[in-house]
Nanobody, 114 residues
Framework: VQLQASGGGLVQAGGSRRLSCAAS????????FGWFRQAPGKQRELVAA???????MYADSVKDRFTISRDNAKNVVYLQMNSLKPEDTAVYYC?????????WGQGTLVTVSS
């Protein structure tokens, strides 16, 4: 399985961006899918995760602004990001099955300007 993340770019504060992570194989069997991010000089952190049963969690820093969803038929997981802040600037990675031993996408850079 390969994961391909896309959708990053430059956006102004307050704007929106949707990230996509396309899997080369079926994601249906993955117990959970996650989006992580890593800002310069910081550790990689879990931003959002969604399970096969569609249970969802968000980091407190993005709650009520970000929405994770999955389309099993298309083998794609999305991260809709609204009300973006400069502190959301980071490289965003998709990961499945959730955890360091899972597959990782190549990362897509999101830069939020103030």
């Amino acid at each position: 399985v390969q994961l391909q993340a896309s959708g990053g770019g430059l956006v102004q504060a307050g704007g929106s961006r949707r990230l996509s992570c396309a899997a080369s194989g079926s994601i249906f069997s993955f117990n959970a899918f996650g989006w992580f991010r890593q800002a310069p000089g910081k550790q990689r952190e879990l931003v959002a995760a969604i399970t096969t049963g569609r249970a969802i969690m968000y980091a407190d820093s993005v709650k009520d602004r970000f929405t994770i969803s999955r389309d099993n038929a298309k083998n794609v997981v999305y991260l809709q990001m609204n009300s973006l802040k400069p502190e959301d600037t980071a490289v965003y990675y998709c990961n499945a099955p959730l955890g360091p031993s899972g597959y990782w996408g190549q990362g897509t850079l999101v830069t939020v300007s103030s």
